[in-house]
């Protein structure tokens, strides 16, 4: 919750690059980012699932209305799991994911299960291309077009939904 608009994906994917020049020992970085990782989207869980419910108290909240909240249980409990293993690889809702987990009181065991396979497939994924990819010439002397690519490859879900509610709402008007 306190970083949302750090660029994971492109971080992951520098490190595992420098780990490929000599500058860290990857399996070491892959084990202290995913550990990161996991204790960071479990420290959203808690906070969402403690925090979060004391503000959907006023029935007429926009914001915090409960039947929100009564939505996002049943949203959770029907595809939580795929939600937060996902999550992972789209910016943002990364960050959101096991917050609204943690309110939507997701059953934990199961929350655990996928954040951890979540990180271990995020963390692994990005960090060893970077460092299989490292250093491949072309890519080494185009990094910053690499990491511009990933970026676009990231925000790309976001832009084509939000481009596709753009259309379905210009389409409504008609």
Do not use: C
């Amino acid at each position: 919750m306190v970083t949302p608009f750090l660029p994971g994906d492109s971080l992951l994917f520098v490190a595992g690059a420098v780990a490929a020049a000599g500058g860290m020992y990857v399996h070491g970085l892959f084990a202290l980012l995913a550990a990161a990782s996991f204790l960071g989207d479990n420290a959203n869980y808690w906070i969402g699932r403690y925090a979060g419910p004391r503000v959907f108290t006023r029935e007429k909240s926009r914001l915090f209305n409960p039947e929100h909240l009564r939505r996002t249980e049943r949203f959770y409990g029907k595809y939580g799991a795929k939600t937060v293993f996902l999550a992972r690889f789209v910016p943002i809702v990364r960050t959101f994911a096991p917050f609204v987990a943690g309110i939507g009181r997701m059953r934990y065991p199961e929350f655990l299960f996928y954040s951890f396979s979540g990180s271990i497939a995020w963390v692994g994924s990005l960090t060893y291309a970077g460092f299989y990819f490292g250093n491949v010439p072309l890519v080494r002397q185009n990094l910053t077009l690499v990491i511009a690519a990933i970026v676009f490859l990231s925000i790309s879900p976001a832009i084509v939904e939000y481009l596709r509610h753009r259309h379905a709402k210009a389409g409504s008007r008609d």
